[in-house]
């Protein structure tokens, strides 16, 4: 029954995740929204919703260690796992400009999520700060580059009117709360059954769980052979995850850090982050055996957690 319940939060974050982004793309098409603006902050919040429901829910739920675990432990799985399998697949060319932007404004969303850890709890104006942050950077990117969501990639469906777009949306929105909330009960019901930390179960079920948005997409867009789209999934959710869904709970409901993470997940987010900037920058571009390593070094990181 545990594991029916943890399955069926898993498909409902995804359902509901694809769901919410084709229409709210498709309704702010219809409105006459900038392609850009769609995409950073429509298509960009709303792959990043099951992220952001599930760390709302677990902090309401009284475990930090979900809601916190979630966060760090998805970077870590975009970074090493899913950006390392995307790059098996196929060598990831990185575009330097693009880079030397969104590579800069990730790194520094690692560092402000280090800030935040190491204060020990999540406060309501650390999470001011946060959400500031993400406007600034989404101000500054629609400032500085015209970024274009093309509606045949399936972002934004083809013919969707406004009153179906708007179902897609709330339908997508409902599916992801209820998933969500099966998901984080079935955790903390998995970690109590288990025997281990609920943030354990954060960083690693929960983080690839609803990590899997992202990992469809890079998939995809690795077999399409358009890696670019991939490396750029990636960067992009490493910073709403920080900057958004870290910002929004405390502001929601500040919630304190479990000291496992600020003594070593949050260091193994940061060497990830490290990685992933020096195999962008050597060559610009990341190899299939960058690839191989990424994907070495998570298992790595999930064989420490399952000893500890």
Same mark, same amino acid.
């Given at each position: 029954?545990?594991?029916?319940?943890?399955?069926?939060?898993?498909?409902?974050?995804?359902?509901?995740?694809?769901?919410?982004?084709?229409?709210?793309?498709?309704?702010?098409?219809?409105?006459?929204?900038?392609?850009?603006?769609?995409?950073?902050?429509?298509?960009?919040?709303?792959?990043?919703?099951?992220?952001?429901?599930?760390?709302?829910?677990?902090?309401?739920?009284?475990?930090?260690?979900?809601?916190?675990?979630?966060? #760090?432990?998805?970077?870590?799985?975009?970074?090493?796992?899913?950006?390392?399998?995307?790059? #098996?697949? #196929?060598?990831?060319?990185?575009?330097?400009?693009?880079?030397?932007?969104?590579?800069?404004?990730?790194?520094?969303?690692?560092?402000?999520?280090?800030? #935040?850890?190491?204060?020990?709890?999540?406060?309501?104006?650390?999470?001011?700060?946060?959400?500031?942050?993400?406007?600034?950077?989404?101000?500054?990117?629609?400032?500085?580059?015209?970024?274009?969501?093309?509606?045949?990639?399936?972002?934004?469906?083809?013919?969707?009117?406004?009153?179906?777009?708007?179902?897609?949306?709330?339908?997508?929105?409902?599916?992801?709360?209820?998933?969500?909330?099966?998901?984080?009960?079935?955790?903390?019901?998995?970690?109590?059954?288990?025997?281990?930390?609920?943030?354990?179960?954060?960083?690693?079920?929960?983080?690839?769980?609803?990590?899997?948005?992202?990992?469809?997409?890079?998939?995809?867009?690795?077999?399409?052979?358009?890696?670019?789209?991939?490396?750029?999934?990636?960067?992009?959710?490493?910073?709403?995850?920080?900057?958004?869904?870290?910002?929004?709970?405390?502001?929601?409901?500040?919630?304190?850090?479990?000291?496992?993470?600020?003594?070593?997940?949050?260091?193994?987010?940061?060497?990830?982050?490290?990685?992933?900037?020096?195999?962008?920058?050597?060559?610009?571009?990341?190899?299939?055996?960058?690839?191989?390593?990424?994907?070495?070094?998570?298992?790595?990181?999930?064989?420490?957690?399952?000893?500890?």
């Amino acid at each position: 029954m545990l594991i029916l319940e943890l399955g069926a939060g898993l498909v409902l974050l995804l359902l509901g995740g694809e769901s919410l982004v084709r229409g709210a793309a498709g309704f702010a098409a219809r409105m006459g929204v900038s392609p850009l603006l769609i995409g950073l902050t429509v298509v960009g919040f709303g792959t990043s919703t099951p992220e952001l429901v599930t760390s709302l829910e677990a902090a309401f739920a009284g475990s930090p260690g979900i809601a916190i675990g979630n966060v #760090v432990g998805s970077n870590t799985a975009n970074i090493l796992l899913i950006l390392g399998v995307a790059a #098996v697949l #196929v060598p990831i060319p990185v575009a330097r400009r693009a880079f030397l932007r969104d590579g800069t404004v990730a790194a520094l969303a690692a560092l402000a999520c280090l800030g #935040v850890v190491l204060m020990g709890s999540l406060e309501r104006l650390a999470g001011v700060a946060l959400v500031a942050m993400l406007a600034g950077y989404i101000v500054f990117a629609a400032s500085r580059e015209r970024v274009e969501v093309a509606e045949g990639d399936g972002i934004i469906p083809r013919g969707m009117g406004v009153p179906a777009a708007l179902a897609f949306a709330l339908g997508g929105l409902v599916l992801t709360i209820l998933g969500a909330r099966l998901l984080v009960g079935g955790a903390i019901e998995l970690a109590e059954v288990a025997g281990v930390s609920d943030t354990i179960i954060g960083l690693t079920i929960v983080a690839v769980g609803t990590s899997l948005p992202e990992l469809a997409t890079s998939l995809m867009a690795a077999l399409r052979r358009q890696p670019e789209i991939a490396f750029g999934n990636i960067v992009g959710s490493n910073i709403y995850n920080v900057f958004g869904i870290l910002g929004v709970t405390a502001l929601v409901h500040p919630i304190p850090v479990p000291p496992e993470i600020a003594a070593f997940d949050i260091w193994v987010m940061l060497a990830a982050t490290a990685a992933l900037t020096a195999a962008a920058v050597t060559g610009w571009r990341i190899t299939r055996r960058e690839g191989a390593a990424m994907l070495a070094a998570y298992a790595v990181y999930i064989g420490v957690l399952a000893a500890g």
